[in-house]
């Protein structure tokens, strides 16, 4: 008799065939956690079983109990059951074959490393511990499953995601736990992980839900056994009932019927039951898609989210600077079609074992060479090779001559720490957390040097290369070759050759005496090693020579011997002498100057030969260009941006003394090379002489006399200043077509440094109007300009003029009110009316009219205090000379105000002018081609003229907001010299700190006086009041209230003298004491 399953192959045992297959996920996960583990670790785990782990968490909580240190380590219970009952599962199925005891050891094998490591610390274990009670919470219960998993194969990929996710949670501990450094970043990195962990949860949440509903179509689907046991027992039935009968003709009749009834249930029972495997099914799948999904967009979200931080972080180490980068490939393209020359420098012994020695026999490197012999390039090439070794990143700066503001320590380490958090973003958080917990902008050196320490600590081996260490000051300079000498000394305790360091720089006697103090590792550059590199550049040169000229070969050998024993080494000098000599226009003129008296025999002759050929070939318009352009370039107080370049071009004067402005007009249209030869070059968008030396020697070539170029650059600033666009009362129609015209793209330039080349005209060019040929054509000009500035800025003048005599009115008035209500023991006794300078600097706030910063420094101290009648005095008979005595007057009290003030624009109206400016580009200029041209991309800027960002910018508010916040703050070093901390501290205790550290000796530093016990301790009332931002605590909730509002930028306390708002009571009280009452009675005494 047939069966009711005849002919229907049902078997829920059949595995489905799926792309992938749970044996592959584990192996794939398995390879992908080994990957990331040490090998002491890969050959660990897999001895471990849960007895280890058992024995672990008694061993910890028996010595916690020793050391009365307790913690709850219940947490950890359900996660240890719930992946025993996983273990005891994945090993009764099977399923992952071959690697069944490796799935089981690396269960228990990184759980045991994870406790044994953060037992050390109870601030690492205790958050570990809520983790896996987090984690625990949500892994299913495996056995509630058991029949289900036992009975359908295509359930056990819901276990292999799980150890997926379990291992890819390991792997996040395990580094988190990992390196030397691991106990500095721990919290950092855990707390950056949250996200991350967060997924984790919701993922085993999804695990958890699908052996749900996979199990209630399971329950809902055992209708095949249920129709085959009831088949059974009525057959079992009717033969008994035909045995006790007889009748077995009725009874096969009824088991017949019965038997029809049956199959019809039966059936309808199976389609059924095939129906619910078929859920079950598709239930995984669909699972699996989703998982797909999931894991796609968390890791994009988690991406952006990283590169979000990381953007946030560069931006925090900002510098105005060029980037690294962009110099870099520069230097590259130097030698880019000569790819012989430098490559010698890598086969040198020092320089070869620095790079490639496993252990080198120095860390610390200096190469030296003479001014031009091409040092720059050589790093260069050097540098480029370091990026190659595999297991090293490098990180490199160079410092650029003219650029006072980047050479120096901290923005070499700034620049130096951008490339490393690139390289490494495994401390990432670690940086993200110290830039949401302190300043907008990293500014702190003892903050940049922290992190560059954990940097060096960290497991990266590391190159660092710094070029150019001679155009730093010399006390700059000590600071970081000391410090990079520390760092190497502390690596090289636990692992050689992890840190190499290289300096660059020229052979000064100081910096050599520096070297040799520290390293034995010093590389001479020397002429004959450069002459190599010479010949085989002029060799490659001169077949372009030869084949464009048709110059005989023996002519050709002789010139390349000539220029290279004249070269004494000197690179620069082979380059300037080919370029002058592809210049030449006829085969002729070429001959000529590879004549023996005239081809030129040193760098300042190479140099004449270049510009004397531009002033030959060149038509008279063009020169006339060229020589404005030179003027520009060693005028500028800093270096030009191409549109600033443009529009100073582009300024004009009519023949009625009027000054306009015709960007498309004056601009220039063609390469400035073609104009100005090799002598000059476009890097970033920033017009550069092509090397350090071009300016010297334009200078020196007497096409161009110095006088003239400070002349020159004062008229056009101050006539710039005075064109109709800078009107405050421009009607906002007339505004916006000015804008559109380019007319303010010379506007940050003049604003910010038409004092300093005021200065430069009085100190640099009495001379000049002497002469009777050029003076009194200069005269003239400068009557005009200097009578229409007056003019035009003259209600600015007087209103700044009634500024300060009301604030020496109400600093006059506030002294004598506070001397009255003083009591008699407070009052100062006239003979300590008068402090010292020094004293007083050191003690006043960033308000105070303490030593002007870096940036400030075009006013010289001296020339501020000398009456400007007498400054002037040498143009007394000059018929400027009452608008000059009137402008000298106005920028010297300028710099007698505040410190704030003088980082304002000097004059209300310009600086209400600016505003409205400003608002007008930041309105049209974003997306607008047309506008970019003449604004560039960053066009929110900082409003105090002395900052980089004036002129730099921002590309969005948000950025410039950040910066402004920076600032704000009431401590500056009060040390004249000091170009590190422009923008001052936020407490007194950081600006001590920057003293003590590099200026011990240059300030007085008063006696310390510990007051308190006998003993000299101090007693302490208990912290109770707690930030809620940085969980610092307080004795007093006042004081707790102050702190909390210098993290929202809130100043609530306003000086009643200047205005200026502070944090702090306290900083309010010692700035008015300290500026405004001390320095009245000084000034009284």
């Known amino acids: 008799m047939a069966t009711p399953a005849d002919g229907i192959d049902v078997d829920p045992g059949v595995v489905e065939s799926f792309i992938t297959t749970p044996d592959s996920i584990i192996r794939e996960a398995l390879q992908d956690f080994k990957s990331a583990l040490t090998p002491v670790q890969r050959d660990t785990f897999p001895t471990k079983r849960l007895n280890h782990v058992k024995v672990l968490i008694v061993n910890i909580q028996q010595h916690q109990e020793r050391v009365k240190r307790m913690m709850n380590f219940s947490r950890i219970k359900l996660y240890l059951q719930a992946f025993i009952e996983f273990d005891n599962v994945c090993r009764s199925t099977k399923m992952a074959g071959e690697q069944t005891a490796e799935l089981s050891a690396f269960i228990w094998g990184p759980l045991e490393y994870i406790l044994q490591v953060s037992q050390e610390d109870s601030a690492v274990l205790d958050p570990v511990l809520d983790a896996y009670q987090k984690f625990g919470r949500r892994i299913p219960e495996l056995g509630l499953y058991q029949d289900l998993i036992n009975k359908r194969p295509s359930t056990w990929k819901c276990l292999a995601f799980m150890y997926q996710d379990l291992l890819e949670f390991y792997k996040k501990n395990i580094k988190f736990l990992t390196g030397r450094v691991w106990k500095k970043t721990f919290q950092f990195n855990w707390r950056d992980y949250d996200d991350s962990f967060k997924t984790i949860l919701r993922s085993f949440d999804a695990h958890g839900s699908v052996l749900e509903k996979t199990l209630q179509a399971y329950e809902s689907r055992d209708h095949r056994e249920?129709?085959?046991?009831?088949?059974?027992?009525?057959?079992?039935?009717?033969?008994?009932?035909?045995?006790?009968?007889?009748?077995?003709?009725?009874?096969?009749?009824?088991l017949l019927d019965t038997t029809q009834d049956i199959n019809t249930q039966l059936n309808t029972h199976i389609i059924r039951s095939i129906d619910g495997w078929n859920k079950i099914d598709q239930l995984v799948s669909t699972y699996e898609n989703l998982r797909i999904d999931d894991q796609c967009r968390a890791r994009e979200e988690e991406a952006a989210r990283k590169e979000a931080q990381r953007n946030a972080v560069l931006g925090w180490m900002k510098t105005p600077s060029v980037y690294q980068a962009d110099y870099h490939e520069k230097q590259l393209k130097v030698r880019a079609d000569f790819q012989d020359t430098g490559k010698w420098i890598l086969t040198e012994t020092k320089i070869l074992n620095w790079i490639k020695a496993e252990i080198p026999t120095e860390s610390i490197m200096w190469l030296n060479g003479k001014k031009g012999a091409g040092k720059t390039v050589l790093t260069s090439v050097i540098i480029r090779e370091c990026q190659d070794i595999d297991g090293f990143k490098t990180s490199y700066y160079y410092c650029r001559e003219d650029n006072d503001s980047q050479n120096n320590a901290l923005e070499v380490f700034k620049g130096l720490l951008r490339q490393l958090v690139v390289h490494n973003e495994d401390l990432l958080p670690l940086c993200n957390a110290k830039r949401a917990g302190g300043e907008q902008v990293l500014n702190n050196f003892d903050t940049t040097k922290a992190l560059l320490e954990h940097f060096c600590d960290s497991d990266m081996n590391s190159f660092i290369v710094i070029d150019g260490l001679d155009e730093c000051d010399m006390s700059e300079t000590k600071q970081m070759v000391k410090f990079w000498h520390a760092m190497v000394e502390r690596c090289e305790k636990y692992k050689s050759g992890k840190l190499r360091v290289l300096f660059v720089s020229q052979p000064s006697g100081d910096i050599r005496k520096l070297m040799h103090s520290i390293s034995s590792g010093v590389y001479d550059l020397t002429p004959e090693q450069s002459a190599v590199d010479i010949g085989r550049y002029l060799d490659r040169r001169f077949q372009g020579l030869q084949e464009q000229f048709g110059i005989p070969e023996g002519l050709a050998q002789t010139a390349k011997r000539k220029i290279c024993?004249?070269?004494?080494?000197?690179?620069?000098?082979?380059?300037?002498?080919?370029?002058?000599?592809?210049?030449?226009?006829?085969?002729?003129?070429?001959?000529?100057?590879?004549?023996?008296?005239?081809?030129?025999?040193?760098?300042?002759?190479?140099?004449?030969?270049?510009?004397?050929?531009?002033?030959?070939?060149?038509?008279?318009?063009?020169?006339?260009?060229?020589?404005?352009?030179?003027?520009?370039?060693?005028?500028?107080?800093?270096?030009?941006?191409?549109?600033?370049?443009?529009?100073?071009?582009?300024?004009?004067?009519?023949?009625?003394?009027?000054?306009?402005?015709?960007?498309?007009?004056?601009?220039?249209?063609?390469?400035?090379?073609?104009?100005?030869?090799a002598l000059v070059h476009v890097l970033q968008g920033?017009?550069?002489?092509?090397?350090?030396?071009?300016r010297r020697h334009i200078i020196k070539s007497k096409r161009l006399d110095e006088r003239v170029i400070q002349c020159d650059l004062a008229i056009m600033v101050l006539g710039y200043l005075t064109l109709p666009c800078f009107r405050p009362d421009l009607p906002n129609g007339q505004l916006r077509q000015f804008v559109w015209s380019g007319e303010y793209a010379f506007q940050d330039y003049a604003i910010s440094n038409w004092g300093y080349h005021f200065q430069k005209l009085i100190v640099d060019t009495?001379?000049?109007?002497?002469?009777?040929?050029?003076?009194?054509?200069?005269?003239?000009?400068?009557?005009?300009?200097?009578?229409?500035?007056?003019?035009?800025?003259?209600?600015?003048?007087?209103?700044?003029?009634?500024?300060?005599?009301?604030?020496?009115?109400?600093?006059?008035?506030?002294?004598?009110?506070?001397?009255?209500?003083?009591?008699?023991?407070?009052?100062?006794?006239?003979?300590?009316?008068?402090?010292?300078?020094?004293?007083?600097?050191?003690?006043?706030?960033?308000?105070?009219?303490?030593?002007?910063?870096?940036?400030?420094?075009?006013?010289?101290?001296?020339?501020?205090?000398?009456?400007?009648?007498?400054?002037?005095?040498?143009?007394?008979?000059r018929r400027f000379h009452a608008h000059l005595v009137t402008l000298w007057t106005h920028i010297c009290g300028h710099q007698k105000t505040s410190y704030t003030e003088r980082h304002k624009v000097d004059l209300p109206l310009l600086a209400a002018a600016l505003d409205k400016i400003r608002a007008a580009i930041?309105?049209?200029?974003?997306?607008?081609?047309?506008?970019?041209r003449f604004y560039g991309e960053h066009h929110y800027k900082c409003q105090r003229v002395l900052c980089d960002y004036f002129h730099e910018g921002f590309d969005t508010k948000g950025a410039l907001d950040n910066h402004s916040n920076r600032h704000d703050r009431p401590y500056e070093c009060p040390v004249p010299?000091?170009?590190?901390?422009?923008?001052?501290?936020?407490?007194?205790?950081?600006?001590?700190?920057?003293?003590?550290?590099?200026?011990?000796?240059?300030?007085?530093?008063?006696?310390?006086?510990?007051?308190?016990?006998?003993?000299?301790?101090?007693?302490?009332?208990?912290?109770?009041?707690?930030?809620?931002?940085?969980?610092?605590?307080?004795?007093?909730?006042?004081i707790r209230k102050e702190h909390m509002d210098a993290h929202y930028g809130q100043r609530n306390y306003a000086c009643e003298v200047c205005g200026k708002?502070?944090?702090?009571?306290?900083?309010?009280?010692?700035?008015?004491?300290?500026?405004?009452?001390?320095?009245?009675?000084?000034?009284?005494?």
């Open 226 to 254: 249920i129709a085959e046991d009831t088949y059974q027992r009525v057959n079992a039935q009717h033969l008994h009932e035909s045995e006790r009968s007889g009748r077995q003709d009725i009874v096969n009749q009824q």
């Open 565 to 677: 024993q004249r070269s004494e080494g000197i690179f620069l000098f082979a380059v300037l002498t080919v370029e002058n000599l592809l210049e030449q226009p006829t085969q002729g003129d070429l001959l000529d100057e590879l004549g023996d008296s005239n081809l030129a025999n040193t760098l300042a002759d190479a140099y004449d030969k270049i510009i004397e050929r531009l002033e030959r070939t060149l038509g008279p318009n063009q020169w006339k260009a060229a020589k404005m352009i030179f003027s520009l370039l060693a005028g500028a107080k800093r270096h030009l941006k191409w549109n600033e370049l443009q529009a100073a071009l582009s300024f004009r004067a009519k023949n009625t003394g009027e000054f306009y402005l015709d960007y498309e007009g004056g601009k220039l249209r063609n390469d400035i090379r073609k104009t100005c030869g």
């Open 686 to 694: 920033r017009v550069e002489f092509m090397h350090s030396t071009t």
């Open 766 to 877: 009495p001379t000049l109007f002497e002469d009777p040929v050029r003076g009194p054509g200069y005269e003239r000009k400068l009557t005009n300009v200097l009578a229409r500035f007056v003019d035009f800025h003259k209600k600015s003048i007087d209103d700044a003029v009634k500024k300060r005599e009301l604030a020496s009115s109400q600093l006059l008035g506030a002294q004598r009110s506070r001397r009255q209500q003083a009591p008699s023991y407070l009052e100062v006794p006239s003979s300590q009316a008068s402090m010292s300078s020094q004293t007083l600097s050191r003690s006043s706030t960033q308000d105070s009219l303490s030593s002007p910063s870096p940036q400030e420094q075009q006013f010289p101290p001296q020339r501020q205090e000398a009456d400007p009648a007498d400054v002037c005095r040498p143009f007394q008979p």
């Open 922 to 932: 930041e309105e049209h200029a974003p997306g607008q081609e047309d506008l970019l």
């Open 977 to 1038: 010299s000091c170009s590190r901390v422009v923008m001052g501290f936020l407490t007194h205790r950081d600006r001590e700190r920057h003293l003590l550290q590099f200026h011990p000796g240059e300030v007085d530093q008063p006696a310390k006086f510990v007051f308190g016990t006998p003993e000299g301790r101090q007693t302490k009332t208990e912290a109770k009041w707690e930030c809620e931002i940085c969980h610092k605590k307080f004795t007093r909730q006042r």
């Open 1061 to 1085: 708002r502070f944090t702090r009571s306290n900083d309010r009280n010692r700035h008015r004491d300290m500026v405004h009452v001390r320095k009245a009675a000084r000034r009284r005494a």
